[in-house]
């Protein structure tokens, strides 16, 4: 029987030694590859795995700048910043939102509105962003937050600048307010742009001067612990503060010219005729911005909106009116430029007029009329049937072109955001609206009424240029901006809009004579304010008819605006103004007592001017006149 070896020993060393090679190489490979990643990641990769650990360590916080302050011409500050205490939250560090908010109730006040619209930030804000419980904590409740911080894992507490108007609603037509940033507001290149920010300009100067006014943020690198907490500072820079603005605005003449308005709506724009700054920029009523700085509550937002006089509507830049008398000077501007009007050729004013071929008739305000008047008196006395008859002469095409060129329709170009056009019926306007012009429309246009629609700036502006020789100029709110820092002011330059096409050399300085008959002239419509005033004022009263239905009755009734445009000394004149009081009646009694208080103002120093040895008029026998 042969025996069969079980094992062959020199073959199974072989087989180990070349499994140990294997493996050995195996081994080696592995090592190489380690030490070559190592390598890798500790060598060439470092300074970026050190910023990922870093980051994981330190966290930069943004440091928001003071914004610029606003002031009025004279220093007088409008819109300023003062240290608040903010209750904040960090969702992904709080473990029960629920509890927190319990635990913060006995610590400050916390209304169920305040829970509500903290939860709504919370939707609009990513979890590892802080939100803001409650503004404005008083010292005793930051005391009390700050004691507790221990125990209330992911609220902190913050001083921070908050905007804050010290006037409340002066001037907020042209200030305007600022609130807290939107998600909207922050998709595309916005969000660079405001990140670390909190507030932004939503209106007025506010919102078209941010990027002057919201400075350049700063940030500190934070060390923190493992839960979250800063350690302390590393590294910070800087917040470079917002410069400030000085307005042409004069803030106690605004304030005079709110309290004579005293809250009727209404509107009063002043400009300084030679350089175009805004002196007086009133829209009433008036209304508080500062609860719009942290977020406005519906009931106080619904209490606004839902008033029936419109505080929250700007009459000065988006009030549309129409002009009434006020525009027959411009309508008196263009026939004067023309070889076939004779300013002294005179007109019968029987009360009314009809056009030829039509027994339609159109009234004037004085029923039985003026008898025989020339161009000065028609502008004295506001004679209808007079521009009737000179608006059917001239045609819808040449009265509007002339419009066109002292601003009507068009932007005057101020540095408010927002502003509107108004609307002239211009040839372009007429075909695109599809339908026909009748020559009755030509004839209510003559007299400011029908399809033409001005805003209280272009009124103000458009006189002004009649003050400055036929040159429109810019209107600006700002007048400098001043470094806070090195305290260097850039002045806004005037700016002149091409002058007003004039074919007759004094037509404007007969134009201004028989304005200046308007409060001069024993006639004249604004007679009543001429009493004791030390300078000669050129302007013109209107009265502006409105039809509309009144709640609870079936018929319709007239309400009329009350108008008047101005600009003093007439010789040399120094302010323009508008002045536009709704649903008052007629100009003379209503809107130009405004204007003189605000001219003595702005000329003497002094709202009352004293008498210059003048006869007062007899106020009795004193006209209703638009």
């Given at each position: 029987?042969?025996?069969?070896?079980?094992?062959?020993?020199?073959?199974?060393?072989?087989?180990?030694?070349?499994?140990?090679?294997?493996?050995?190489?195996?081994?080696?490979?592995?090592?190489?590859?380690?030490?070559?990643?190592?390598?890798?990641?500790?060598?060439?990769?470092?300074?970026?795995?050190?910023?990922?650990?870093?980051?994981?360590?330190?966290?930069?916080?943004?440091?928001?700048?003071?914004?610029?302050?606003?002031?009025?011409?004279?220093?007088?500050?409008?819109?300023?910043?003062?240290?608040?205490?903010?209750?904040?939250?960090?969702?992904?560090?709080?473990?029960?939102?629920?509890?927190?908010?319990?635990?913060?109730?006995?610590?400050?006040?916390?209304?169920?509105?305040?829970?509500?619209?903290?939860?709504?930030?919370?939707?609009?804000?990513?979890?590892?962003?802080?939100?803001?419980?409650?503004?404005?904590?008083?010292?005793?409740?930051?005391?009390?937050?700050?004691?507790?911080?221990?125990?209330?894992?992911?609220?902190?507490?913050?001083?921070?600048?908050?905007?804050?108007?010290?006037?409340?609603?002066?001037?907020?037509?042209?200030?305007?307010?600022?609130?807290?940033?939107?998600?909207?507001?922050?998709?595309?290149?916005?969000?660079?742009?405001?990140?670390?920010?909190?507030?932004?300009?939503?209106?007025?100067?506010?919102?078209?001067?941010?990027?002057?006014?919201?400075?350049?943020?700063?940030?500190?690198?934070?060390?923190?612990?493992?839960?979250?907490?800063?350690?302390?500072?590393?590294?910070?820079?800087?917040?470079?503060?917002?410069?400030?603005?000085?307005?042409?605005?004069?803030?106690?003449?605004?304030?005079?010219?709110?309290?004579?308005?005293?809250?009727?709506?209404?509107?009063?724009?002043?400009?300084?005729?030679?350089?175009?700054?805004?002196?007086?920029?009133?829209?009433?009523?008036?209304?508080?911005?500062?609860?719009?700085?942290?977020?406005?509550?519906?009931?106080?937002?619904?209490?606004?909106?839902?008033?029936?006089?419109?505080?929250?509507?700007?009459?000065?830049?988006?009030?549309?009116?129409?002009?009434?008398?006020?525009?027959?000077?411009?309508?008196?501007?263009?026939?004067?430029?023309?070889?076939?009007?004779?300013?002294?050729?005179?007109?019968?004013?029987?009360?009314?007029?009809?056009?030829?071929?039509?027994?339609?008739?159109?009234?004037?305000?004085?029923?039985?009329?003026?008898?025989?008047?020339?161009?000065?008196?028609?502008?004295?006395?506001?004679?209808?049937?007079?521009?009737?008859?000179?608006?059917?002469?001239?045609?819808?095409n040449r009265m509007t072109r002339y419009l066109g060129y002292f601003?009507?329709?068009?932007?005057?170009?101020?540095?408010?955001?927002?502003?509107?056009?108004?609307?002239?019926?211009?040839?372009?306007?007429?075909?695109?609206?599809?339908?026909?012009?009748?020559?009755?429309?030509?004839?209510?246009?003559?007299?400011g009424q029908g399809p033409l629609l001005v805003t209280p700036l272009?009124?103000?502006?458009?006189?002004?240029?009649?003050a400055n020789h036929g040159i429109r100029m810019r209107p600006e709110?700002?007048?400098?901006?001043?470094?806070?820092?090195?305290?260097?002011?850039?002045?806004?330059?005037?700016?002149?809009?091409?002058?007003?096409?004039?074919?007759?050399?004094?037509?404007?300085?007969?134009?201004?004579?028989?304005?200046?008959?308007?409060?001069?002239?024993?006639?004249?419509?604004?007679?009543?304010?001429?009493?004791?005033?030390?300078?000669?004022?050129?302007?013109?009263?209107?009265?502006?008819?409105?039809?509309?239905?009144?709640?609870?009755?079936?018929?319709?009734?007239?309400?009329?605006?009350?108008?008047?445009?101005?600009?003093?000394?007439?010789?040399?004149?120094?302010?323009?103004?508008?002045?536009?009081?709704?649903?008052?009646?007629?100009?003379?009694?209503?809107?130009?007592?405004?204007?003189?208080?605000?001219?003595?103002?702005?000329?003497?120093?002094?709202?009352?001017?004293?008498?210059?040895?003048?006869?007062?008029?007899?106020?009795?026998?004193?006209?209703?006149?638009?």
């Open positions: 029987m042969r025996i069969i070896p079980l094992k062959n020993d020199s073959q199974e060393l072989r087989l180990f030694e070349s499994r140990l090679f294997v493996a050995v190489i195996l081994g080696v490979l592995l090592i190489l590859g380690l030490l070559t990643r190592l390598g890798y990641l500790q060598i060439i990769k470092r300074s970026y795995y050190a910023t990922l650990a870093q980051n994981n360590r330190v966290s930069p916080v943004p440091i928001t700048p003071a914004r610029g302050l606003i002031l009025d011409r004279n220093g007088v500050v409008l819109a300023d910043d003062f240290p608040v205490y903010t209750l904040q939250v960090t969702p992904d560090r709080v473990p029960n939102m629920k509890r927190l908010l319990a635990k913060l109730k006995p610590l400050v006040a916390l209304n169920a509105e305040d829970i509500r619209d903290f939860r709504r930030r919370l939707a609009q804000h990513k979890p590892f962003q802080s939100v803001t419980l409650r503004a404005h904590l008083s010292e005793a409740e930051a005391a009390r937050v700050a004691v507790n911080l221990t125990r209330l894992a992911g609220a902190t507490l913050h001083a921070q600048l908050r905007r804050y108007y010290p006037l409340g609603g002066l001037a907020t037509a042209a200030i305007g307010y600022v609130s807290r940033i939107t998600q909207g507001e922050l998709r595309g290149d916005n969000a660079n742009r405001y990140f670390g920010y909190r507030e932004i300009g939503q209106m007025g100067i506010e919102k078209s001067y941010q990027s002057e006014l919201m400075g350049r943020i700063g940030y500190k690198d934070v060390e923190m612990d493992a839960r979250g907490r800063a350690v302390k500072v590393l590294r910070r820079i800087l917040p470079r503060a917002g410069h400030n603005l000085y307005l042409n605005i004069d803030a106690q003449m605004q304030a005079i010219g709110e309290q004579m308005l005293n809250n009727r709506p209404g509107t009063v724009v002043a400009l300084n005729p030679r350089t175009g700054a805004v002196l007086t920029f009133i829209s009433s009523p008036i209304y508080d911005p500062n609860p719009f700085v942290e977020g406005i509550g519906e009931k106080a937002y619904r209490a606004l909106a839902d008033d029936p006089n419109g505080p929250l509507d700007n009459r000065a830049l988006n009030g549309l009116y129409p002009p009434g008398s006020t525009i027959k000077p411009f309508y008196a501007y263009a026939a004067l430029q023309t070889r076939w009007f004779h300013p002294h050729k005179r007109v019968m004013c029987p009360g009314y007029y009809h056009l030829p071929h039509s027994t339609h008739l159109f009234h004037c305000w004085k029923p039985l009329g003026m008898g025989r008047v020339d161009l000065k008196d028609a502008i004295e006395q506001s004679c209808d049937v007079y521009f009737y008859h000179l608006a059917h002469e001239q045609g819808i601003g009507f329709g068009h932007r005057t170009g101020i540095d408010l955001p927002g502003e509107y056009r108004g609307l002239v019926p211009t040839r372009a306007w007429i075909k695109a609206s599809g339908r026909p012009w009748y020559p009755g429309q030509t004839i209510i246009t003559g007299i272009q009124l103000a502006d458009a006189v002004a240029a009649i709110i700002v007048r400098g901006i001043v470094n806070p820092v090195t305290h260097r002011a850039r002045f806004i330059k005037p700016h002149a809009y091409p002058p007003v096409p004039r074919r007759r050399k004094n037509s404007l300085k007969r134009l201004i004579r028989d304005m200046t008959q308007v409060v001069e002239g024993p006639h004249g419509t604004a007679r009543g304010i001429a009493y004791g005033l030390p300078y000669k004022v050129a302007g013109k009263t209107g009265t502006a008819q409105l039809w509309s239905m009144v709640p609870g009755y079936s018929g319709r009734h007239i309400r009329s605006d009350a108008l008047f445009i101005a600009f003093a000394p007439a010789n040399r004149p120094r302010i323009a103004i508008a002045v536009v009081v709704e649903h008052a009646g007629f100009g003379a009694l209503a809107a130009a007592p405004i204007a003189r208080a605000l001219m003595n103002f702005y000329l003497l120093g002094h709202v009352h001017a004293r008498p210059q040895n003048q006869s007062r008029p007899q106020i009795a026998q004193a006209r209703t006149t638009p």
